[in-house]
């Protein structure tokens, strides 16, 4: 039953290595969003899509980019992942970006970097 | 800078007391408030929500009241049970975009 779906759930990759992670939803919902999670701190927009729109943040590196091939797939390619892009990403999806809905998480990919 | 504060990292409650968790804002700006629910090894789960409009709002056991005037937004859960010990995240939205705090680790002792 699950509804935002992130696969694998635990990725390792070597230094300097492109790694991709997946996130699959079912809800048809319009937007989704990338999200960089460090231990103990609060979950980071990485960038969103709106539909087909990309909507990157000011200050998400350019090291990180994003796919989203249809509505129900999306993807972050880390292109050149460093020590400090260790970390969860937390894949969500919401509706539209106006409405008082709640985003809807998937489980998270833990990202390890050797 | 962190707009979305939650300054107590952790909060031990007994069962069937009420557990009150906290969190502070700083952007006047965000007009919708929401928290979420986060196990271990498990993404975050919505929990309840509140528009700027409004100062609570109730489902069950869970009540997030607002204050918008000290921008502070609260979440009582009572009784509290065993199975609540999770991770509470707050969060807010402004526009586009959704600002969380670092969260608060809840334990209901038995």
């Known amino acids: 039953d699950a509804m935002v779906i992130q696969n694998p759930r635990y990725q390792v990759t070597q230094f300097g290595k492109p790694v991709t992670l997946s996130c699959s939803q079912t809800?048809?919902?319009?937007?989704m969003y990338w999200y960089q999670q460090k231990s103990s701190q609060a979950p980071k927009l990485l960038f969103h899509y709106y539909d087909k729109d990309f909507n990157n943040e000011a200050d998400t590196p350019d090291n990180f980019q994003s796919r989203r091939p249809n509505t129900s797939f999306c993807f972050l390619d880390i292109r050149s992942p460093g020590l400090g892009d260790a970390a969860m990403y937390l894949c969500?999806?919401?509706?539209?970006?106006?409405?008082?809905?709640?985003?809807?998480f998937g489980d998270g990919t833990r990202l390890s970097i050797l | 800078d962190q707009q979305v504060k939650q300054n107590s990292p952790s909060l031990s409650v007994q069962e069937g007391r009420i557990s009150i968790l906290n969190c502070d804002y700083t952007?006047?700006?965000?007009?919708?408030f929401l928290w979420y629910k986060k196990y271990p090894a498990e993404g975050p789960t919505f929990l309840i929500s509140?528009?700027?409009?409004?100062d609570k709002n109730e489902d069950g056991r869970f009540t997030v009241f607002l204050n918008k005037s000290a921008k502070h937004l609260s979440l009582h859960i009572v009784p509290s049970q065993p199975g609540d010990s999770a991770v509470y995240f707050c969060a807010a939205r402004d526009g586009n975009q959704f600002y969380f705090g670092t969260g608060t680790s809840l334990t209901v002792i038995p």
């Open positions: 509140i528009s700027s409009i409004k």
């Open positions: 809800l048809n919902h319009n937007v």
């Open positions: 969500a999806t919401s509706r539209d970006r106006t409405s008082n809905q709640p985003q809807h």
């Open positions: 952007n006047s700006m965000f007009d919708y």
